[in-house]
């Protein structure tokens, strides 16, 4: 199985998981990675050049997963808009674009670490999250794992996963920090704002998204996704 990498640190404790999870299984041999940021993720994932992927929402409405899925209950520290005078795309960002439009934030939007940096950093700054859930009292679901084939693999990986309390090794994390320019407690602390699992509220929130980027004709097929 080829697995598409989203290297960020809202998915570490993912990465740590399926580490030990392949391990555990003797799935290791057959696991291989292939690294990118999201939107290339999805072009990737579109062509079937990768097998499995955590895809950007906005483009994994016909795709097969397991209800797993990027989360943020409220705050998400990681997708900002911040004070500009022209509206700005974040370019590694497919969903976090069209949440901006969705909200009406005005100012340039910024995703992942970059972003964590920039927020740690006391900038100026409107947190989508945040925003998203004072207008609809919901929670985001940013991505969804998907896959196109391995399916029976991918649910069994899914359910252990949720149902997995992960502890990040102090290495890693200091590995993290060295990588990203952040703290290992900034890393814990943002952590704690995102969650995995898709219960009956983040589907009701995911579809809400769906909806008001139909509306405004914001939702692209994932075979004619180019970002």
Same mark, same amino acid.
């Given at each position: 199985?080829?697995?598409?990498?989203?290297?960020?640190?809202?998915?570490?404790?993912?990465?740590v998981?399926?580490?030990?999870? +392949?391990?555990?299984?003797?799935?290791?041999?057959?696991?291989?990675?292939?690294?990118? &940021?999201?939107?290339?993720?999805?072009?990737?994932?579109?062509?079937? $050049?990768?097998?499995?992927?955590?895809?950007?929402?906005?483009?994994?409405?016909?795709?097969?997963?397991?209800?797993?899925?990027? &989360?943020?209950?409220?705050?998400?520290?990681?997708?900002?808009?911040?004070?500009?005078?022209?509206?700005?795309?974040?370019?590694?960002?497919?969903?976090?674009? !069209?949440l901006?439009?969705?909200?009406?934030?005005?100012?340039?939007?910024l995703?992942?670490?970059?972003?964590?940096?920039?927020?740690?950093?006391?900038?100026?700054?409107?947190?989508?999250? $945040?925003?998203?859930?004072?207008?609809?009292?919901?929670?985001?679901?940013?991505?969804?794992?998907?896959?196109?084939?391995?399916?029976?693999?991918?649910?069994?990986l899914?359910?252990?996963?949720?149902?997995?309390?992960?502890?990040?090794? *102090?290495?890693?994390?200091?590995?993290?920090? $060295?990588?990203?320019?952040?703290?290992?407690?900034?890393?814990?602390? *943002?952590?704690?704002?995102?969650?995995?699992?898709?219960? +009956?509220?983040?589907? $009701?929130?995911?579809?809400?998204?769906? !909806?008001? +980027?139909?509306? !405004?004709?914001?939702?692209?097929?994932l075979?004619?996704?180019?970002?």
């Open positions: 199985m080829i697995f598409g990498k989203i290297d960020f640190l809202n998915l570490l404790p993912f990465h998981f399926i580490k030990r999870y +392949a391990r555990s299984l003797r799935f290791h041999q057959s696991l291989h990675h292939h690294k990118g &940021v999201p939107s290339a993720l999805n072009q990737e994932f579109a062509m079937r $050049r990768i097998d499995a992927a955590f895809i950007s929402s906005i483009t994994a409405k016909n795709c097969t997963h397991f209800n797993v899925g990027i &989360v943020a209950k409220r705050e998400v520290l990681s997708v900002l808009s911040l004070p500009a005078e022209l509206s700005k795309n974040d370019a590694d960002s497919a969903t976090s674009n !069209r901006s439009q969705i909200l009406g934030t005005h100012g340039e939007v995703i992942g670490d970059k972003a964590l940096r920039y927020y740690y950093s006391g900038g100026e700054h409107t947190d989508l999250g $945040r925003v998203w859930h004072e207008k609809t009292g919901l929670p985001f679901v940013f991505a969804l794992l998907c896959t196109h084939e391995h399916t029976d693999e991918l649910k069994r899914s359910r252990a996963f949720v149902k997995t309390k992960i502890r990040i090794p *102090y290495y890693i994390l200091n590995e993290a920090s $060295r990588k990203s320019g952040l703290t290992p407690a900034q890393i814990t602390h *943002y952590l704690k704002f995102i969650s995995y699992k898709v219960d +009956a509220k983040e589907e $009701r929130g995911y579809k809400r998204f769906v !909806r008001e +980027a139909k509306k !405004r004709g914001l939702n692209p097929s075979s004619k996704i180019r970002y």
